[in-house]
């Protein structure tokens, strides 16, 4: 079965992603994501091309992280001067 066909029986995308050890691969998104937070990713490819890590831009979320851009602590609006 050619790797299309699965794929899109499957629902689910793979990206390419060489570890450090040289190795090539596919995984999932979310694989992907615990890799990267392990430091054991050397490159993947995006749909603009391979992307190596050290060296373009890569945003990491970290497990457990919430989706917002605030960080915990004391809310502004409640305190007094």
């Given at each position: 079965?050619?790797?299309?066909?699965?794929?899109?029986?499957?629902?689910?995308?793979?990206?390419?992603?060489?570890?450090?050890?040289?190795?090539?691969?596919?995984?999932?998104?979310?694989?992907?994501?615990?890799?990267?937070?392990?430091?054991?990713?050397?490159?993947?490819?995006?749909?603009s091309?391979?992307?190596?890590?050290?060296?373009?831009?890569?945003?990491?979320k970290?497990?457990?992280?919430?989706?917002?851009?605030y960080?915990?602590?004391h809310?502004?609006?409640?305190?007094?001067?």
């Open positions: 079965m050619p790797e299309s066909v699965f794929l899109s029986k499957t629902g689910r995308s793979y990206i390419d992603v060489i570890l450090k050890d040289g190795t090539y691969h596919h995984f999932t998104p979310r694989v992907l994501d615990v890799l990267l937070e392990s430091h054991r990713v050397h490159k993947f490819k995006r749909s091309g391979w992307t190596t890590i050290g060296i373009d831009p890569v945003r990491i970290k497990s457990g992280e919430a989706n917002h851009n960080t915990d602590g809310d502004r609006r409640m305190m007094t001067h």
